[in-house]
């Protein structure tokens, strides 16, 4: 009857430089504390820094392997963190993870405190699972997971959760809502997290119709047939980069 959780919101901006392979975000990040305790800081997950060279995952796991380090130089760009509203904060680094320091404890059952974060990622040809660029036909697949700072699991047995992610074990997240707008180049689509919000903006007529078909459908509905990908009618006209934004409630990452 006293079991609790913790929720963390974030609502974040992000684009991709498709040439320098570039991912550049900012965040604000709503951490709602259920526990019974204060929370005098937060730890985050910092996990694009295992792509850094002397990470405790390059160290320790076998170079050119699953998870092992493969030459190439990453991590987290961290250029601001403040409250809302407020002062600068002060965000130690411990390789994969990172304690931020609060202007006063988060108070118990209910408390919340809100952040704002800033950084940048060069995007790892091949990384751990579900994160990389594949090359094909008509150019490159971006695939990207680990890919924002986000709140450690703080838990009713344990405390705070802060093992390193050294490319596996990762799924040990809060519960929150999501609310993100992804810019991409015109040509690309994207697939995503939580359900489209602006699909008269990212997406063509034909496109829009059968994704309305497919929120009526039990079966599965394609959006863009693989005859289709790559061509310019399948993208709205115009110029320019595209912004896609979605939403996503109670879920436990984006």
Not at 30 to 55: A, D, G, V
Not at 87 to 113: H, I, N, Q, W
Not at 176 to 196: E, Q
Not at 201 to 211: A, F, S
Request: aromatic share 12%; net charge negative.
């Amino acid at each position: 009857p006293d079991y609790w959780q913790q929720q963390v919101n974030y609502r974040i901006e992000a684009s991709l430089d498709e040439e320098k392979k570039r991912i550049t975000a900012k965040a604000v990040v709503e951490y709602i504390n259920n526990s019974p305790m204060e929370l005098p800081f937060l730890w985050l997950h910092l996990e694009q820094n295992l792509f850094r060279s002397k990470s405790m995952g390059a160290q320790s796991i076998e170079p050119g392997t699953r998870f092992g380090f493969r030459g190439f130089e990453g991590g987290f760009d961290i250029t601001s963190v403040k409250a809302v509203d407020g002062p600068d904060l002060k965000l130690s680094v411990y390789d994969t993870v990172g304690r931020l320091e609060l202007p006063k404890p988060v108070a118990p059952k209910g408390g919340k405190f809100s952040f704002e974060i800033a950084w940048s990622f060069n995007i790892p040809p091949f990384g751990a699972d579900r994160m990389g660029i594949d090359k094909v036909e008509l150019g490159e697949i971006f695939e990207l997971a680990q890919w924002f700072p986000a709140a450690c699991v703080y838990d009713d047995v344990y405390g705070w959760n802060t093992l390193p992610y050294l490319g596996s074990g990762e799924f040990y997240t809060n519960f929150g809502d999501f609310d993100v707008k992804l810019t991409v180049p015109r040509g690309h689509i994207v697939a995503s997290t939580g359900v489209l919000q602006n699909e008269g903006d990212v997406l063509t007529e034909e496109q829009r119709k059968r994704l309305a078909k497919a929120r009526e459908s039990d079966k599965p509905v394609v959006i863009v047939g693989q005859d289709e990908a790559g061509k310019a009618e399948m993208r709205p006209s115009g110029e320019g980069p595209l912004t896609w934004h979605f939403k996503a409630e109670k879920v436990r990452t984006f």
